[in-house]
Structure formats: structure tokens, C-alpha cells
């Protein structure tokens, strides 16, 4: 039996779990998210808790209970608290502005780099380099973050780019100097 996948998911207040047939629907105060999860997975509901169980002991059902059973929990979680995910900009002249509801960076191009966020996404920028990405949705936000790195990512001689806060860059040397 998965470890993760037998947990119940303990439902907050003002939040409430529509289950009809594979479909989990989660409404809260941040919003509604709905998914279809696979087949061999089935998901009830008691008193307060959400429970994820296994129809069979196939292969397939068994690598799917842990992960219908997270994915779950993080609607649940989202719906009531949020997520979010940092990054920072580190490099002279780097800087990020909100225009409007897109960001707007500069980050060493001859152009600017503008994201337009996607349906349920907000950006909101401290102090010109640091850059906050939040929603409902973990996985939207977590693509969203990793395409906002992905305009520059960290570089390994002098760590200029766009970087998860908290995130360790390994440095390289450069060139040895002339003898």
C-alpha cells in the first residue's frame, strides 16, 4: 500500500469536494479547480476528509495512488491557501516591473522580456528583483516560475540570471590568469 496514497486529505473550512464518478471538483475561498483522475483510482469522501483508494493491486493502479491522492491534497490546499514561488534576478542593469497585469524584465537582451500570465496567475514584483508567482493551481504556477527562469537562467561563472530564491548556483572558476 502506497504511504502517501492511504493519508486522508483533511478538508479545511469554507471548502467543499464535489466527487462525481473519476471527476473531483474543489471549491474554497481562492477559487474552483476541477481534474479527471485516472482509471483503477476511486476517491470518497467522509465527515471532513477526503480518501483516495486503489480499485485493484495492478501495476497501473499502484504507481497512479500516490499521485491521485497528491494531486488532490494540492487542490485542496490551493483553493484554500494559495501557492506561490519566488525568483530572484541577480545581474547589473537585470530588473522586473509590472506593466499592467504582465512582467516586464530586462535582462541583458536588446529587447525586453514580457510574460503575460495565464488565466488564475498574478505576478507582483519587491524591489525591481525580486519577482512573486502565485495561483491556485501548483502545477500552473510551477510551469510558470520554470518558464520565467528559463528567459535566463543562472550562469555558472558569475551567477547572473534569473534564479528560485533560496536556489544554490555552482560556481565555476574562470580562467586561470597568464604566468
Known amino acids: 500500500m502506497s504511504r502517501i496514497g492511504k493519508r486522508p486529505i483533511p478538508i479545511p473550512e469554507k471548502v467543499t469536494v464535489e466527487i462525481s464518478g473519476q471527476t473531483v471538483t474543489v471549491k474554497g475561498p481562492k477559487g474552483e479547480l476541477s481534474r479527471t483522475l485516472p482509471a483503477g483510482v476511486s476517491v470518497g469522501q467522509d465527515d471532513s476528509t477526503v480518501i483516495v483508494n486503489r480499485d485493484d493491486d495492478s501495476r497501473w493502479a499502484r504507481s497512479r495512488h500516490g499521485l491521485c491522492r497528491t494531486l488532490v491534497a494540492n487542490m485542496v490546499e490551493g483553493v484554500s491557501q494559495g501557492f506561490q514561488k519566488r525568483l530572484e534576478i541577480k545581474g547589473v542593469g537585470y530588473r522586473a516591473q509590472i506593466q499592467g497585469t504582465t512582467l516586464n524584465m530586462s535582462l541583458g537582451y536588446s529587447h525586453p522580456v514580457i510574460f503575460d500570465p495565464p488565466e488564475g496567475i498574478q505576478f507582483a514584483v519587491e524591489s525591481n528583483t525580486k519577482v512573486i ?45 597568464k604566468k
Open 133 to 177: 508567482v502565485t495561483g491556485i493551481d501548483k502545477e500552473i504556477v510551477g510551469n510558470v516560475a520554470a518558464s520565467i527562469r528559463a528567459a535566463r537562467p543562472p550562469e555558472p561563472y558569475k551567477g547572473k540570471g534569473v534564479r528560485y530564491e533560496g536556489e544554490q548556483v555552482r560556481r565555476k572558476a574562470g580562467k586561470a590568469g
